[in-house]
């Protein structure tokens, strides 16, 4: 009986895990990759590292790693200096997604957001 108990709670976990929020900003920033791939890579090169004086740092960015990501997402969806504004070519979800790739990627450890913080 006690193993039965056991195999449920660790089903019951597994299935947790996977319909969690840590499975969508897995997909989140595996498709993020993607669309920083075709959309940011050129500018902020493929590591990150952008271009000084011209492009900016996105690895270990200070505002990519604010806890609050409305900055980032303002910048985004809103353009920046030369970098245009995203939201006009780029639908919530693709936003989103490279957001949550850019606050997780090249040692920067932030949460993902989520396509309905995409304003």
Not at 3 to 22: F, H, I, N, P
Not at 34 to 60: F, I, K
């Amino acid at each position: 009986m006690g193993s039965r108990v056991a195999l449920a709670l660790a089903a019951g976990v597994a299935a947790a895990a996977l319909s969690g929020c840590g499975s969508r900003e897995r997909w989140g920033v595996e498709r993020g990759k993607e669309v920083y791939t075709e959309n940011c890579s050129t500018c902020h090169q493929p590591d990150g590292r952008g271009y000084d004086g011209v492009y900016p740092n996105l690895a270990g960015n200070p505002i990519v790693r604010l806890e609050d990501p409305g900055p980032v997402i303002e910048i985004v969806t809103r353009g920046r200096g030369s970098m245009p504004s995203f939201a006009e070519q780029l639908p919530n979800h693709k936003l989103a997604a490279v957001i949550t790739y850019i606050r997780a990627a090249w040692g920067n450890d932030e949460t993902g957001v989520r396509p309905a913080q995409v304003k």
